[in-house]
C-alpha cells in the first residue's frame, strides 16, 4: 500500500506528498464526494491512493504522468491497497499535451503535483476541468522553505509565487493555503 509506495518513491528520488497531506487530500476527495479526480504527476502512488481512499466506490482517479514505469508503480500501489484496476485510468504523457484532451466541466478535484514550472497552465486547464463547487489543489507551494525568502528568484519559486497570487486573486476561485506537507494550496472553483 502506502509502505510500498514511499519505498518506490525514495528509490526513484522521488518526492511524496506526507502523510498530512496525503489525509487533507482524501479528505477532500471525500468532501466533493469525487467521482471524478485528475492528477497531474502520478508519481509511484502514493497521492493517488490517498485520493482514491476518499473518492466514491465508483469513482475513477485519471492520472497523467511522462514516466511509464512510474505509472507501473502507481499500478502495483493500488492494486496493494486493494483498489480494482477500472478505479484508474493512466494516461503517459506531457500534462499539458493531455489535460486539453480531457472534458471540461466533468471533474470534481484536480491535483497538481506536476512542474511547478508550469503551474500557472494547470490552474488555467484545472479551471476549464472542474466543475462548479470542485477544488484544484497544488502540492509542494512552499518549495521547501523558498517561497517565504524575498531572496530566492529562481524561475521555479517565482513561478509558484505567481500561482499563489493568481489563485488568491482570482474571481472564480476561493482558496486557502495549507500548513501541511511541502504546503497545499486548495481552492474552490465557484
Given at each position: ?13 522521488i ?20 467521482k471524478?479526480?485528475?492528477?497531474v ?12 481512499r ?9 492520472t ?6 512510474r ?7 493500488y ?29 470534481d478535484?484536480?491535483f497538481c ?9 494547470y490552474?488555467?486547464?484545472s ?7 470542485g477544488?484544484?489543489?497544488f ?8 517561497l517565504a525568502?524575498p ?5 521555479q ?7 499563489v ?8 476561485l476561493l ?16
Amino acid at each position: 500500500m502506502l509502505t510500498y509506495a514511499r519505498a518506490q518513491s525514495a528509490r526513484a528520488g522521488i518526492r511524496a506528498i506526507g502523510p498530512s497531506g496525503g489525509a487533507t487530500l482524501r479528505l477532500l476527495a471525500a468532501a466533493v464526494d469525487a467521482k471524478a479526480i485528475a492528477e497531474v504527476g502520478t508519481g509511484t502512488g502514493v497521492s493517488g491512493v490517498y485520493l482514491l481512499r476518499g473518492m466514491r466506490p465508483d469513482g475513477v482517479l485519471t492520472t497523467v504522468d511522462l514516466e511509464p514505469v512510474r505509472q507501473q508503480y502507481a499500478r502495483e500501489a493500488y492494486h496493494a491497497a486493494g483498489f480494482a484496476p477500472n478505479r484508474a485510468r493512466f494516461i503517459p504523457g506531457r500534462a499539458l499535451d493531455v489535460l486539453p484532451r480531457l472534458a471540461d466541466g466533468q471533474y470534481d478535484l484536480v491535483f497538481c503535483d506536476g512542474d511547478p514550472a508550469e503551474s500557472q497552465s494547470y490552474l488555467a486547464e484545472s479551471l476549464r476541468l472542474l466543475r462548479p463547487g470542485g477544488v484544484v489543489c497544488f502540492e509542494g507551494v512552499f518549495q521547501e522553505g523558498r517561497l517565504a525568502e524575498p531572496n530566492h528568484r529562481d524561475p521555479q519559486t517565482r513561478a509558484v509565487r505567481e500561482l499563489v497570487r493568481d489563485v488568491r486573486e482570482s474571481d472564480l476561485l476561493l482558496p486557502a493555503l495549507l500548513p501541511v506537507s511541502d504546503g497545499l494550496l486548495c481552492a474552490v472553483k465557484r
